[in-house]
């Protein structure tokens, strides 16, 4: 069975002195990368579908609504904490909570329907210091994964549960506690 993950830092496994042998998607193929926003999540996920027809389950981890994404010769990330002069002018001029947050669920969407003859699974990152949203998009009421799993449900907060983390990212024992979690739902996953 081939099962793709996709995601962030949290997924690639950022923090591991090894990712590749300890993360939870060590068997599988992973295409997560440090940095990413939900745009370029979604949009790695379908291209490695598009190019790999043998894809028969797919694990997405969306990540913090705040990241987005920009072109400049080609797509790229930026944050609030980017320092560059796109970044400085749309978080100072275009950002919103709200517009974070129809980005995210418009994204889970578009997943969701590629996805539609592929079963899969989301969860995804807490909002941590993100606010939610007073006016939910079209988009979070079509999907059924507007109460998703998050990572604070899987392994707790940094604070209240830092055995579990490095820095803000999941340690061995967290990428433990993911797996064991993902077991209980993807069929085959070890």
Known sequence: MTLLFSGCSITYGDELENPEKVRFSRNHINIARNGLSNDMIVMRTIEYIEQNHDVDYVITQFTVPRRSTYWENEYKNITPWTDNTQSRVFYKYLDSQEMRMMNLWKNVYVLDQYLRDIPHYFWRLSEGAEK????????????????????????????????????????KKGHDLIAQHLQGVVPHLY
């Not at 059924?144 to 990212?169: A, F, Q, R």
């Open 132 to 171: 939610t949203s007073s006016n939910d998009s079209i988009f979070k009421k079509l999907v059924p994964w507007s109460d998703m799993v998050t990572l604070y449900d899987l392994i707790g907060k940094p604070k209240h549960s830092p055995e579990h983390y490095v820095h803000s990212h999941p340690n």
